[in-house]
Structure formats: structure tokens, C-alpha cells
């Protein structure tokens, strides 16, 4: 069976070699995508921060923190490097953009909290980018060639990272948890975990 970091990087390899055959209907419908991924993004870093101490359960709520560890990192498909997200996107005519979110430990002067990634939206600005053109007669661009609508032109397309140490916005559905087991639940100390909820995407963004 295949662990969660083996389904989080192929699913990440399948959108990232699959971006000119889902992107044919792009133009107008991602410029609109675009600009609401930048309102999403605006309104986030904006948002008032709660201490992780202060977090209510059951709150949704906006921290502000550095990233200190990533559970299980996640590998970029063009530069392979470790990190905590990813930001993919092809450019042209056949535009669409995804992300993908590693869990990861984030701390504020008040103590640190767990960020569950799984189904998270991240925005990265600030990220460092690497950009690749795949043609149609290299190793991607021939196994493309095997997709109904595939292209036959080089199709551009640019990953942007999040890594350890990066300062992030994070807004998620709290719960405090204790860090013991069922055994020492009664004296185990209660730790924060930001998540998605039925309501709510868990939201990430990059702070400059």
C-alpha cells in the first residue's frame, strides 16, 4: 500500500505532466481563477493573527509563524528538492496551476502548533520559483503524446517552494489535542492542530 507521502508526490507528478491536456479550456476561465486565488491570498495575509495560545477549540483562525518542520516533505518535480509546498503552473494558452501541502509544525512567540496539509490551498508569492520548458520530443513530452489532446508545442511550466524557515500565514479549524497517549490523557499537555473542515479549506500563504 502506498504511504501518504508516495500518494501526495505521484498525484502531484500526474497533475504536473497532465497540465496541457486539463488545461485546454484556460484563457478567460484562468485569468478569473488567477484573480480569486490573489483576493484569497490578500484577504489571509491581511487577517488579524491569533497567539497559537489564545486559539480557541473548534475556532477557525488566521496564525502567523515560522515554519520550523515538515512531517513528511514533499519532492518538487522539476528542481526535486525536499520542501513544504509546492506551487505548480504552466503558462500560455493552456494555463492551470495547482499546490500541494506537506504537514508541518509552525511557531509564534506562544508555542508551536501542527498543520495538517492534506486538501490545503497554498498561495506562494514570495517562494522561490524554478520554471522548465517540456517539448514534445523530450522524455515528458513523449509520454504526453499518448494523452487525447496532448500538445505538440513546449509548454512551460513553473514550480514555486515552500521550505523549512519560511514566515507563513496559516487558517485553519482548531483542535487541541494531548501529545501523549490514551494512557497519560488525564496530565498530557494539549497541542494545537490547524486543519480543513466540512466549512472551511485550510488556507496557506507566504509572507515577504
Known amino acids: 500500500m502506498l504511504s501518504s507521502l508516495q500518494m501526495a508526490n505521484a498525484g502531484l507528478l500526474f497533475t504536473v505532466l497532465l497540465f496541457p491536456t486539463v488545461a485546454l479550456a484556460g484563457g478567460p476561465f484562468a485569468l478569473v481563477g488567477a484573480g480569486i486565488a490573489t483576493v484569497r491570498r490578500q484577504r489571509l495575509t491581511r487577517a488579524k493573527p491569533v497567539l497559537i495560545r489564545d486559539v480557541r477549540q473548534g475556532q477557525t483562525a488566521v496564525v502567523v509563524g515560522t515554519i520550523t518542520r515538515v512531517r513528511e516533505p514533499l519532492l518538487a518535480p522539476i528542481s526535486q528538492r525536499p520542501c513544504v509546498a509546492i506551487s505548480v503552473a504552466s503558462a500560455g494558452k493552456r494555463s492551470m496551476r495547482d499546490t500541494f501541502v506537506a504537514d508541518f509544525e509552525i511557531e509564534d512567540a506562544s508555542g508551536r502548533a501542527l498543520v495538517h496539509g492534506a486538501g490545503a490551498q497554498a498561495f506562494l508569492c514570495a517562494a522561490e520559483s524554478r520554471t522548465r520548458t517540456f517539448g ?16 505538440h508545442r513546449p509548454v512551460t511550466i513553473t514550480e514555486r517552494l515552500l521550505l523549512p524557515g519560511a514566515r507563513v500565514a496559516v487558517r485553519g479549524c482548531a483542535d487541541w489535542r494531548p501529545e501523549v497517549s490514551a494512557a497519560q490523557y488525564r496530565s ?17 500563504a507566504d509572507l515577504r
Open 136 to 151: 514534445p520530443y523530450d522524455d515528458v513530452g513523449e509520454w504526453l503524446g499518448s494523452w487525447p489532446g496532448s500538445f
Open 188 to 204: 498530557a499537555a494539549l497541542r494545537l492542530h490547524l486543519g480543513g473542515s466540512p466549512r472551511s479549506r485550510m488556507l496557506v
